[in-house]
């Protein structure tokens, strides 16, 4: 079984356009995560979640809105796409022992 | 605030031989340090930590050594497989359900 799942694996849209990204875990972990790998592979932290609770932002423009209807599930809704918007969207989990996993990731292409 | 720095790459090494690829951080307190490796195509998966000073982490051949003194964490292997060919990277982060601080990774080429 898939531990960290994310879908889909690859999304092209236009510009303007409202894409979301769905993650689930079944690892029974607390904490999920996304992260943004740009093209030169650099990882950043864009949100973090713990029991369905918002607690990291960073920095992140206001057209990313992440949800998290459950423990299990943490969604990335993002409105109108923007070029720079392109790149591999990763979800993660974890629970206190501070190891995370990830899911496979998203390559987001816009046009 | 924290950061990780590690060297620049592309690193390329004929098979079988030594690798480190060096890693320091910046850090208040005493955080985890992580190596992640992420095979072409593929997500990111865990290849050893160490959680405080002077903990060895070791897994699959490569070893690091949390270094307290000089704030590092170097990854080294004694002989390279061509299957070791991935992007490397460090991370750091503190107690509790924290993201992580990643470095810039290396990418490794190994060829036979």
């Known amino acids: 079984d898939t531990a960290v799942s994310q879908t889909p694996k690859y999304l092209v849209t236009q510009m303007g356009n409202d894409k979301s990204i769905k993650c689930e875990q079944n690892?029974?972990?607390?904490?999920m995560y996304w992260y943004k790998q740009d093209s030169k592979k650099f990882l950043k932290i864009m949100f973090s979640?713990?029991?369905?609770?918002?607690?990291i932002n960073e920095t992140v423009p206001n057209r990313f809105s992440p949800k998290s209807p459950d423990k299990a599930h943490l969604n990335l809704h993002i409105n109108s796409l923007e070029l720079g918007d392109s790149a591999v969207y990763f979800c993660?989990?974890?629970?206190?022992?501070?190891?995370?996993?990830f899911g496979p990731g998203t390559r987001l292409t816009v046009l | 605030g924290d950061s990780v720095t590690q060297m620049e790459g592309p690193v390329t090494l004929s098979e079988e031989a030594f690798l480190t690829i060096n890693c320091t951080y910046t850090?208040?307190?005493?955080?985890?340090l992580f190596w992640y490796v992420q095979y072409p195509g593929e997500g990111l998966q865990l290849l050893l930590k160490?959680?405080?000073?002077?903990d060895k982490g070791s897994n699959k051949g490569f070893e690091a050594t949390y270094r307290k003194e000089t704030t590092s964490f170097h990854l080294e292997k004694g002989s390279v497989q061509v299957s070791d060919s991935a992007v490397y990277f460090c991370?750091?982060?503190?107690?509790?359900?924290?993201?992580?601080?990643f470095g810039k990774g290396t990418r490794l080429s190994v060829i036979a």
């Open positions: 993660a989990s974890s629970s206190g022992r501070q190891e995370q996993f």
């Open positions: 690892l029974g972990h607390d904490t």
């Open positions: 979640y713990n029991n369905k609770e918002l607690i």
């Open positions: 850090a208040t307190g005493y955080p985890s």
């Open positions: 160490a959680t405080k000073a002077d």
């Open positions: 991370a750091l982060s503190h107690s509790g359900n924290t993201p992580l601080v």
